[in-house]
């Protein structure tokens, strides 16, 4: 079988062939292709349990200060304090029940009796 070029007078004007072959298929049409593909999976799948993580954090009731590490804090955090600060005070739960302490007067107006 011998392919014949197109676009050289042997053609008609509505010539499938020609038309074909203008066609181009773009990389972000196929997901796939690309090299970034397993990297944004990977991202997505970790954004994912973020998510989990943070709904479940609101569900309880605290304030995580953003989705992205919720997972980390959820399974690390030992005070509200580092939950709504996104602050890691590296499990000293001492500390963590003082910074809570020191909010919770602070939002009553009563500071001063705890300092």
């Excluded at 509505?14 to 090299?35: I, N």
């Excluded at 605290?62 to 005070?79: C, D, F, I, N």
Aim: proline letters at 3%.
């Amino acid at each position: 079988m011998t392919a014949r070029p197109h676009n050289m007078g042997f053609c008609k004007p509505d010539c499938f062939g020609c038309k074909a072959g203008s066609v181009m298929v773009s990389s972000r049409a196929m997901p796939t292709r690309r090299g970034s593909t397993i990297q944004g999976l990977e991202l997505e799948r970790k954004h994912a349990t973020d998510i989990a993580a943070y709904k479940r954090l609101r569900h309880e009731g605290y304030q995580p200060k953003a989705t992205k590490g919720a997972a980390r804090l959820e399974a690390t955090a030992v005070s509200n304090y580092e939950i709504e600060t996104g602050k890691d005070l590296k499990g000293d739960a001492k500390a963590g029940k003082r910074y809570d302490e020191v909010n919770a007067a602070y939002k009553a107006g009563k500071l001063a009796d705890v300092v």
